[in-house]
């Protein structure tokens, strides 16, 4: 984010005042993109808003050089999500050798090997019986993400409220903590892989806390099949603040046990979700979230 470089390039210093005007003027921009950059600043604790005065650097300038959303950490991905693109677009065939990789993308074998790797650790790739790779089954269209989410809003509320389900004390903790790193920076500096990571363990948590091994397996199948359209829709950062928030909303309920208004909010939660990345359909109201 360029108001992290500019924060850097003048070493502020922490409570260091972060005014929409000098940054507007010293990135050639107008205020209004500058403001709504500040609130998502606010938003993920690297500023601080105070009402009537205006935006604070919450911590020195030297601890954001691992803030970086597209320098190093997104450059290192250029050529994994363009092949990624390539196949979803139907520009590269569900059957190839690691040498068409090399080729398309002018990368070395050690390279392409190293892609190859990652992409079948994350079970989206496998190697064909005899020579070559091939891509596992994916969701690449918009129906079909569409129908993902509302088989997600029917299995996800559901687990909820089935007689076995009971709180993981352990597992709340951990992934309240997950949550909780997301709004205090984490949603700028996690990778695309590492965010959908987030989300996707945490509802697989969530599920499981049913105890029902039909629901668990259900739902890793459909994290597996997503995983690629996904990735495409991790530019907005903005509107993963809101889903952690709620996500930490849904573990209250269930620790309270009013797992009705969990549900509730659980379904309202993915059918948002749904339209915000799919945009089929009415647009949802927002989840109520105190």
């Not at 972060?18 to 507007?24: F, R």
């Not at 009402?51 to 919450?58: A, E, H, W």
């Not at 352990?170 to 997301?182: D, G, I, K, V, Y």
Request: aromatic share 8%.
């Amino acid at each position: 984010m360029r108001i992290i470089d500019l924060a850097l390039r003048h070493s502020l210093a922490e409570g260091a005042h972060v005014t929409e005007q000098w940054v507007a003027d010293e990135l050639g921009v107008s205020r209004s993109p500058v403001r709504k950059a500040l609130v998502f600043l606010a938003d993920v604790g690297i500023v601080e808003r105070i009402p009537n005065r205006g935006f604070f650097l919450s911590r020195p300038a030297a601890e954001l050089g691992a803030v970086d959303l597209d320098a190093a950490s997104e450059a290192e991905e250029t050529v994994y999500f363009q092949l990624v693109d390539d196949h979803l677009n139907g520009r590269f065939a569900t059957e190839f050798t690691a040498a068409d990789v090399t080729r398309r993308y002018g990368l070395s074998p050690r390279q392409a090997q190293r892609l190859l790797s990652r992409l079948e650790g994350e079970d989206l790739v496998r190697r064909r019986v005899g020579r070559g790779w091939e891509f596992q089954q994916v969701l690449s269209t918009v129906e079909g993400h569409d129908q993902s989410y509302r088989f997600r809003m029917i299995v996800e509320p559901g687990a909820l409220l089935e007689p076995g389900f009971t709180v993981d004390a352990a597992a709340f903790a951990e992934h309240r903590s997950r949550q909780q790193s997301l709004l205090r920076g984490r949603v700028l500096t996690f990778s695309r892989a590492e965010l959908f990571r987030t989300g996707a363990e945490f509802h697989e948590m969530i599920v499981g806390c049913a105890g029902n091994a039909f629901l668990s397996d259900a739902l890793r199948r459909q994290n597996r099949v997503r995983r690629l359209i996904e990735y495409r829709h991790q530019f907005d950062r903005s509107r993963l603040v809101g889903q952690a928030r709620e996500h930490l909303r849904l573990l209250e309920l269930l620790e309270r046990g009013e797992t009705q208004a969990a549900a509730e909010l659980l379904r309202a939660h993915l059918d948002r979700v749904r339209w915000l990345k799919t945009g089929v359909g009415p647009q949802p109201r927002p989840p109520l979230v105190e």
